[in-house]
Each structure stands twice: as structure tokens, then as C-alpha cells.
């Protein structure tokens, strides 16, 4: 089983940033991916950036030159820095890890952009 804690997340202004942070902990080892969903209300649950352990990453197209994904090397933290928020970027977003046999969902945390 892999535990995940998410932080981050709250009220800001259109324009404005915020980091989302996601801490993996339990039987790690064979974690081979980390990332990030949202919802917003009404919508289908969507990928809106992912780290594989190796290195590369993935971008939705409408977060692309906004938002990044890094990870932590020391231990398997991942993080999502978010610039220039945008109203249709509110959501409840999860953070989501991915071993050869399973994948795991944080609790959610809320993203709220005001306009």
C-alpha cells in the first residue's frame, strides 16, 4: 500500500500562483509515475501533469507554460507549481501514484481562482 498526504491548495486571484505538494509514503519502491488530476464541478476527472521516476514529464495542453511538475529526488515528493491561474483552473485537484500494479489517490484538495 502506498499513503499519500497532499498540502497546498486554497483562494487566490486570477493571475496568481500557488504550489501543490504530495508526499508518497509506505511500499514506494515500485513507484514508477507521479502526478496530478483535477475535477472541476460537473466535469470529468482530468490528467493535468505527470513525472515519471525516470525523469520525463507530461503536460495537459492547457496548463502547458503555466504550471510545473518537479520531484523531489530525495524522496518521492511531487510537487505542482501553478502560475498565472486562470477560473476554469478551480477544481478539486489529486495527487495520484502509479506502481506496476496499482494506483493511488490522495485525498483532494481544493483550488479555487476568483476573477
Known amino acids: 500500500q502506498v499513503q499519500l498526504m497532499e498540502t497546498g491548495g486554497g483562494l487566490v486571484q486570477a493571475g496568481g500562483s500557488l504550489r501543490l505538494s504530495c508526499a508518497a509514503s509506505?511500499?514506494?519502491?515500485?513507484?514508477?509515475?507521479m502526478g496530478w488530476y483535477r475535477q472541476a464541478p460537473g466535469k470529468q476527472r482530468e490528467l493535468v501533469a505527470r513525472i515519471f521516476i525516470t525523469g520525463p514529464t507530461y503536460y495537459a495542453d492547457s496548463v502547458k507554460d503555466r504550471f510545473t511538475i518537479f520531484k523531489d529526488n530525495a524522496d518521492y515528493t511531487v510537487y505542482l507549481g501553478m502560475n498565472n491561474l486562470k477560473a476554469e483552473d478551480t477544481a478539486v485537484y489529486y495527487c495520484?501514484?502509479?506502481?506496476?500494479?496499482?494506483?493511488?489517490w490522495g485525498q483532494g484538495t481544493q483550488v479555487t481562482v476568483s476573477t
Open positions: 495520484n501514484v502509479r506502481d506496476p500494479y496499482y494506483e493511488y
Open positions: 509506505g511500499n514506494i519502491g515500485s513507484v514508477n509515475a
